[in-house]
């Protein structure tokens, strides 16, 4: 399992989890496309937000290595702003392939992406 080096391992001042320490002996949890609804707490919001602000300062719009990656955060912006980089894509495997969709991701976190366009 690869670690992002310099990644931040949570939100400051939260029990928000964005990494895990080490790989599970039975295999990478699956990523599953959690649904937001409208009515979640500011706190998750603002872990989402700052979540993919560290996604996108890592990683920009190249391909990344789920590696250490938490699948439980992970799973809040899969399938939406976080997609596939690779066919077939294995969601339980600590080296899939993902990418940010950009278009995505600024329509979603304007403050993070520079807003829509």
């Not at 990644?7 to 790989?23: C, E, N, V, W």
């Not at 392939?97 to 403050?111: E, H, Q």
Request: no cysteine; charged share 35%.
């Amino acid at each position: 399992m690869l670690k992002h080096r310099g990644f931040p391992g949570r939100l400051p001042g939260t029990d928000f989890q964005f990494t895990i320490r080490r790989a599970n002996k039975d295999g990478a949890t699956r990523l599953v496309a959690r649904e937001r609804y409208a009515d979640r707490r500011n706190s998750d919001r603002r872990a989402d937000a700052a979540f993919m602000a560290a996604l996108w300062e890592h990683f920009g719009d190249e391909p990344f290595e789920r590696g250490n990656l938490d699948a439980g955060r992970l799973s809040w912006v899969f399938g939406r702003e976080v997609l596939p980089a690779e066919d077939p894509f294995d969601p339980e495997s600590y080296d899939a392939l993902l990418r940010i969709d950009v278009a995505r991701a600024r329509m979603a976190f304007p403050d993070i992406f520079g807003g829509e366009g």
